[in-house]
């Protein structure tokens, strides 16, 4: 089945830059809404299976990118938790 | 998990459409290819559970917007179609 290889890299950067990050909130919940918003937001790189994700990571060696998709995830992570919907947020944990 | 509601709206558009298109070869692995294509081209629609997918599809009920779906799957369908890579047409069966 055609898969995004980009939800791959993009899961990824979101644990490594976790701490980074400082968002208020870090439940399951809200580095979900960053992934649903950041995966919105970068072109998407299907391929035709998981093999060839690889691929596709190899090109976001170039520094230029990677920076470029970092910083898109730090502001996908700002408007998550500058406003988090989450149920613990909601109850005022 | 996120989830792009665009893979199962146009993995239903190509199951809908697969005639129509008179593609050269409707194996499994030209239809992923089609699918991969059409997925790199339209704009993504992640969300954050399956549940959601159904408001994405609501959206696509709009003619004008279903149409620009079919246009792009349909170009796809043809490069795939016009340059098979399916082990089957390989084999020249």
Same mark, same amino acid.
């Given at each position: 089945m055609a898969?995004?290889?980009?939800?791959?890299i993009m899961s990824d950067l979101l +644990?490594?830059? !976790? &701490?980074?990050l400082q968002m208020s909130c870090?439940?399951?919940?809200?580095?979900?809404?960053?992934?649903?918003?950041v995966l919105n937001r970068v072109q998407p790189r299907y391929v035709t299976d998981d093999g060839?994700?690889?691929?596709?990571?190899?090109? +976001?060696?170039? !520094? &230029?990118?990677?920076?470029?998709l970092i910083v898109k995830l730090a502001e996908s992570a700002k408007m998550v938790s500058d406003m988090p919907r989450c149920r613990r947020f909601e109850r005022g944990e």
């Open positions: 898969v995004n290889a980009m939800e791959q +644990f490594e830059y !976790k &701490q980074a870090t439940c399951d919940e809200c580095l979900n809404d960053v992934l649903a918003l060839k994700i690889a691929y596709v990571k190899a090109e +976001f060696i170039d !520094k &230029q990118q990677m920076t470029t």
